[in-house]
């Protein structure tokens, strides 16, 4: 043979390969996370990785685009019927995974399943639930709401907020809705196991759930029978990698298709390297919970015995001695924005002119001083390391920020599945957390973490500082039952400066996403940071 045909017949059987190769891969991609779901479970706790998780395999009633705008998930139609009434109508031929028909007794169970749930964190999930009076379902597609107060972000509250599971998951006679003698559940109810090893994971959504491995990975298979636009892959992978070194080495060498949150310093690298990033600004807030309401936390210590935090100008002070700018610059690498409120500039309910949080030690020291800790305190810092971006190197910075105004400062970093928890059962004095306003106002945040814990109205159920202000709550809960939108901005308004007056959260700065993938594919930026593998797609022509 010639070697130049030997030549031609070798290059384009080599085309050829990467061709086949090309379609090979295309039904598999596999996404490197930064931080790992901590279950299976659709109503286990409410994080964004979670719910990211489930949307693959479970849906909601309504749901999101990536920009935030309500759209109709599993419900076509929502409307006010009156002040205590909502009404919705859901999406006619959807079945679930198992081949069973999607009904409103789903959804008439999911809601019982979220109030029955003792399994979950945080009272995840009964945001919405634990204000229903009645779940009325005249018909197969009709499922109407009924509240005790006006509650006008029903809608809101309901987007991504009830992942929708089959009834049949359980044993149980006629569903009503009569949460505390169990709906008429005559078995054990659904444990988080359950969902984890696959059993119960039986959902309306694009994917199932082929495994669920802490540690090691998640497999979904694509979700032939689905009622949707098919996604393009047939197989996803989740590989949680909390490093980005790892992570961004894992995506140049073709191990990942796709990566969450590289650094920023490494983005031109990704572009000199031919692959491609999307950088896209969250609603997330990141902060600090101070531990208020108790006279003796577990992790401060002061000479007078006192817990220091439950003073304001202790609270002002470590509020002036952060420099959100500088953590802006060299932890976040341009990637986040300074907060100095609880919500983004411009959201329903924010300051319109909000003051910045000056950079001010010499402030903080006088104020300390005049709390009388002139030579400060012990205090420890309680964070994650593995779930918000830059979490342990921003509590490490934040740390050396308190020492310089003579706060004593230890640093407790975890990972996420053992620090929920323990937030959860008020374990720290001085806590890390994150939360996206989902609803789009700045009642949202105010509900959970803010508003005085009352838990049968879902008020305060994160409310894990025990912060308490009679005037706010005045004015919140007015705001929340107030329909007129003009009226209701104005109160929600009022309520954010009362709180940021009264500083119970430190709020440090809101994050940008940022998504690294390879080239031929596209990828959109989620602000509610939800990495999709349905929101994955190849490019044009590829």
């Known amino acids: 043979m010639k070697p130049q045909l030997r030549l031609a017949l070798f290059t384009v059987g080599t085309s050829l390969a990467v061709a086949l190769g090309g379609i090979s891969q295309a039904q598999t991609l596999t996404i490197a996370l930064s931080s790992e779901p901590t279950a299976a479970d659709p109503h286990y706790h409410k994080q964004t990785q979670n719910d990211a998780l489930a949307a693959h395999v479970f849906e909601s009633l309504i749901n999101r685009t990536a920009d935030m705008k309500m759209i109709p998930g599993l419900a076509t139609s929502w409307e006010n019927v009156d002040d ?35 399994g979950n964190i945080s009272a995840s999930y009964t945001t919405v639930t634990k204000l229903l009076t009645d779940v009325q379902t005249p018909d197969d597609h009709t499922v109407i709401l009924k509240t005790a107060e006006p509650f006008p972000l029903m809608p809101a509250e309901l987007a991504r907020q009830l992942p929708v599971i089959w009834n049949g998951i359980v044993e149980h006679g006629a569903l009503t809705f009569a949460p505390k003698e169990g709906c008429g559940v005559t078995g054990p109810w659904p444990a988080v196991a359950d969902f984890n090893n696959g059993k119960f994971a039986i959902g309306t959504g694009p994917y199932t759930l082929k495994s669920y491995v802490k540690g090691t990975g998640i497999e979904l298979e694509r979700n032939e029978n689905y009622w949707g636009t098919k996604p393009e892959w047939k197989t996803v992978k989740f590989v949680p990698v909390p490093s980005a070194g790892p992570r961004l080495t894992g995506l140049l060498s073709g191990d990942f298709d796709v990566i969450e949150n590289p650094a920023a310093r490494d983005l031109p ?32 210590k002061a000479a007078d015995g006192k817990n220091p935090l439950q003073d304001l100008r202790v609270r002002k002070a470590i509020n002036m001695a952060i420099d959100r700018k500088v953590i802006q610059d060299r932890i976040m690498d341009g990637l986040s924005t300074p907060a100095y409120q ?39 810092l309680s964070s994650t390391n593995n779930r918000y971006v830059n979490d342990g190197q921003v509590t490490q910075a934040v740390a050396q920020y308190l020492s310089r105004i003579g706060i004593k400062v230890h640093v407790d970093a975890m990972t996420a599945s053992i620090y929920f928890p323990k937030r959860a059962k008020r374990e720290f004095s001085f806590a890390m957390g994150g939360w996206p306003s989902e609803t789009g106002e700045a009642s949202a945040l105010f509900q959970l973490w803010v508003a005085s814990t009352d838990a049968p109205k879902s008020l305060g159920t994160s409310n894990y500082g025990g912060f308490s202000n009679a005037e706010f709550d005045k004015v919140y809960r007015q705001a929340i039952m107030t329909v007129d939108p003009v009226k209701r901005e104005k109160l929600l308004q009022q309520a954010t400066q009362i709180a940021l007056d ?3 959260l430190i709020p440090l700065h ?29 490019a044009a022509g590829k």
Not at 101 to 110: C, H, N
Not at 513 to 533: I, P
């Open 269 to 300: 690298r990704l572009k000199d390297g031919g692959f491609e990033y999307i950088a896209t600004p969250s609603t997330r807030l990141v902060f600090f919970q101070l531990d208020i309401g108790r006279d003796t936390s577990p992790f401060v």
């Open 84 to 118: 205590l009434t909502w009404k919705l109508k859901l999406r006619e031929g959807v079945n679930f995974s198992n081949g069973k028909p999607f009904t409103a007794q789903d959804v008439l169970f999911s809601i019982c399943r979220t109030l029955n749930n003792k």
């Open 502 to 504: 009264n500083v119970p």
């Open 342 to 380: 609880y919500m983004p500039d411009g959201m329903f309910g924010a300051l319109p002119n909000a003051p910045e949080i000056k950079y001010d030690p010499e402030g903080a020291k006088k104020l300390l001083a005049e709390a009388g800790y002139p030579d400060g305190f012990e205090l420890t």
């Open 510 to 538: 809101f994050e940008s996403s940022v998504w690294g993938f390879r080239k031929g594919l596209t990828y959109e930026g989620r602000r509610d940071q939800y990495t999709l593998a349905m929101s994955v797609h190849q």
